[in-house]
């Protein structure tokens, strides 16, 4: 598959799919928590909100390094033919500068989510993406880098 063409299926997915899971490590201890996420056009950055007080900004805090997984399973036994599943590796952080620029990607996947932005206790984060990993069929797997657009095969 071309790069052109993942970098599609990529954008179509991150664009479909509500709901990302993502792993925060602090103290040696691996945590997962299921967040609403958005992505920027160029799929170089993904965003996503939570409480100051929680354990997985204290993670991040901690350990910046996390890991988001995206998929498009339905939980049926064709999932096996079907499924794909992007793992996007890469550094988190509050997002400060062009707070309200982000808030908007946001905003517009998640507009039902406006009152718990607008909370003083509510950070948003930013992904700045590493690599993501795809893994089609539970076995075919590719590295694509959206700010190169190279592939590597596994």
Known sequence: MKTDQEKKQLHELFTKQRFAVIATQASNEP???LVAFSSTEDLTYLIFATLRQTRKYENIRQNSKISMLI???ENL????????????VGQASEIKANKQHFMKIHLKKHPYLREFLQDANCALIGL?????????????????????TKKQPS
């Not at 036994?77 to 996007?88: E, G, L, P, Q, Y």
């Not at 590493?130 to 959206?146: A, M, S």
């Open 31 to 33: 945590y997962t928590s």
């Open 71 to 73: 998929d498009n399973r």
């Open 77 to 88: 036994s064709s999932d096996v033919k079907n499924a794909i599943t992007v793992t996007v």
């Open 128 to 148: 700045s993406v590493e690599k993501i990993i795809i893994v089609r069929k539970f076995q075919q797997i590719t590295h694509f880098d959206p700010q190169h």
